[in-house]
């Protein structure tokens, strides 16, 4: 009987670069398994690119993502149905499968490495400091807002954007009247301060409180927005025409699926580039989407810069694309051949891109190199921006300093937020940081907080302009301080109570004082400011009102019960801290209600009685 054959399929006694061949093994209905992995790749890459939302654009980084996220789908599909992780003798095969996408994945990947390259500071610092260019003036009338005999404060926003925040969230109670309280809060972060018909404004949208209130209320959508005047510091909600064609606002960037803002805009133009959105309305209160179209000025994914608009209409979702040079003309035609403005835009450029296009000028204007070590001419913008309202137009403000990081400026730059034109002057004096502490400094006692000051132009004096705040952004005060010397200070009043003209007369008398120099203000039209001291009598007049309670409705606000009770076709607040008996009416109770004079949709009431029990009495 002979010996059994032995077969050895170790790598012994084999040559140093001998290795075992890997065998590759396909599953059964090998054909089948790869066909339906293409079929569940091409869902979850549509559901990916749904929720993604990435451009079909090499210039940006989530066009890479995406399609790794789609290469990652098909080997996980093909890994899955062939069952090699119980399966190991099916892996060589799996990953012979999986080379295809791996390459095109490596191959997308040197595109973006190149990119980086191409697009770094290193090799194009020049390429950076080119992407805004200006105008040099020494000229202070000539970039900032004037205010003297002729020009007054009406164009000036007397609040930031945190106190106007705090206005708008307080008429969110107005919602009441048509049974939405508590529905819906302040979509800030796409708020837009603007000129709105010749004032400074700033417009907030709004968003739902959480996901089942969106989906209570997504059916109709947003019943309005919010604007909020800057400078005397009027609020309304303005609330839209719910029976109208239109309706409300029912596309957002705070929406869900379908209505969602983004999702519209990456449907009609699926390689845009998207960059900042903001919330606007045009002079007859329309309100607007504005999404920036942004293109890559150095390299493959750097330099970034508008080279368009996408504008949605808010209510119907309608979009159109308009280039940079429609916009920046402010007029352009439309299909029937009519010219349809565009001047009421106000954000093209949003300010972050703006002020970091200044920083690239101000760091890699004399090269990379000198940018590190000898930074010779290297300036950047200082910390925190403002906004001007300059001939129909919002420019954002800055001001200039050297790489050091001083206390003090080299110059202010003003840029258009429509045309991106900038203005650069020079001038010497405190950093906008230094002119807040001086202020703060001068009502030290009072803990208030000075915003980010306003430059203005106050008879020929550049002046930093900024109101007092408390903890709470209540605007208790005005301060001015000098731009050339910020121990030049002066406020109104330490009694809470703003004074605009009190403050200006002071800070006149300051410069009489410190410089002999004599200012020239209208101060008749300086925008009264209410008082804010709740030991003076500044309630308005009371009026009082009697009829039959035909709707009560109630909510929790800050701890506190609110009724809001319709009597003769107008609806009443009142907390049940204050009037206790609030609670005790019902619908077709006789009552007497006093109340504060109030243009809104509600008025606060002071008291409510029944009208039998007054007129026993």
């Known amino acids: 009987m002979s010996d059994p054959i032995k077969v050895d399929f170790s790598d012994k006694g084999k040559g140093r670069g001998s290795s075992t061949k890997e065998v590759y093994i396909p599953p059964e209905k090998a054909g089948l398994k790869i066909f339906i992995s293409i079929i569940m790749t091409i869902i979850g890459g549509a559901v990916a690119y749904y929720f993604l939302l990435p451009p079909m654009n090499f210039g940006a980084l989530d066009f890479y993502t995406f399609w790794a996220v789609v290469a990652a789908i098909f080997v996980g599909s093909n890994f899955l149905l062939s069952k090699a992780f119980i399966r190991p003798e099916y892996v060589p095969y799996v990953k012979k499968v999986a080379i295809a996408p791996i390459i095109i994945v490596v191959i997308l990947a040197l595109v973006l490495g190149v990119g980086y390259l191409t697009s770094s500071v290193f090799f194009r610092a020049a390429s950076y400091s080119e992407l805004l260019s200006f105008n040099e003036s020494t000229d202070l009338d000539s970039g900032v807002t004037k205010i003297d005999s002729t020009i007054d404060f009406r164009n000036v926003a007397m609040i930031d954007a945190a106190a106007a925040e705090k206005l708008a969230d307080k008429v969110l109670g107005d919602l009441a009247t048509i049974g939405l309280e508590s529905q819906f809060e302040l979509a800030s972060e796409y708020s837009t301060q603007i000129n709105y018909n010749g004032a400074p404004c700033r ?58 803002l983004r999702r519209i805009v990456r449907f009609e133009y699926p390689t845009a580039i998207i960059g900042n959105i903001s919330f606007e309305a045009d002079d007859n209160g329309t309100p607007y989407w504005i999404c920036e179209v942004i293109e890559k000025k150095v390299g493959l994914i750097g330099g970034d810069d508008v080279k368009a608009i996408v504008m949605v209409d808010a209510v119907s979702g309608d979009s159109q694309y308009f280039t940079i040079d429609e916009v920046k003309s402010g007029e352009t035609t439309d299909a029937e051949g009519n010219k349809v403005s565009l001047s009421w835009i106000d954000q093209v450029y949003n300010g972050d891109l703006l ?9 890699y204007l004399n090269g990379f190199w000198n940018s590190i070590f000898g930074q010779s001419g290297v300036k950047k913008a200082t910390v925190g921006s403002s906004y001007i309202a300059m001939d129909d137009d919002v420019y954002i403000y800055t001001g200039v300093t050297s790489v050091t990081a001083d206390e003090s400026i080299l110059g202010f730059i003003l840029i258009n937020q429509r045309t991106k034109d900038a203005i650069f002057y020079t001038t010497t004096g405190a950093t906008e ?40 952004n209540v605007v208790k005060g005005y301060a001015m301080v000098n731009v050339s010397n910020y121990n030049i200070v002066a406020t109104d009043a330490a009694d809470g109570n703003p004074d605009l003209v009190k403050c ?112 026993v009495a």
């Open 355 to 363: 002020v970091q296009q200044y920083n690239y000028y101000g760091t």
């Open 433 to 472: 940081s230094a002119a807040q502490n001086s202020a703060q400094g001068a009502l030290s006692d009072k803990g208030w907080i000075a915003t980010f000051p306003l430059l203005i132009n106050l008879d020929g004096e550049a002046t930093y302009f900024m109101s007092m705040k408390d903890a709470s």
């Open 203 to 260: 417009v907030y949208p709004l968003r739902y409180g959480n996901f089942f209130k969106w989906l209570n209320n997504t059916k109709d959508g947003f019943p309005g927005y919010v604007i909020v005047n800057m400078n005397n510091q009027e609020t309304e909600f303005i609330l839209l025409d719910e029976t109208s064609s239109a309706g409300y606002i029912k596309y957002s960037p705070t929406e869900y699926l379908q209505k969602n």
């Open 504 to 615: 200006i007369n002071n800070y006149a008398k300051v410069l009489k004082d410190t410089k002999n120099m004599t200012i020239k203000v209208d101060t008749s039209v300086a925008p009264e400011t209410p008082s804010t001291d709740e030991n003076q009598n500044t309630e308005p007049q009371a009026n009082s009102v009697t009829g039959v309670i035909t709707d009560i409705r109630s909510q929790i606000e800050n701890g506190s019960t609110c009724y809001y009770i319709e009597v003769a076709d107008k609806y009443f607040k009142v907390s049940a801290d204050d009037v206790p008996e609030a609670i005790f009416f019902e619908n077709g109770d006789n009552v007497t209600v006093t109340f504060k004079n109030s243009d809104g949709v509600w008025a606060d009431a002071t008291s409510i009685t029944a009208a039998e029990a007054e007129s």
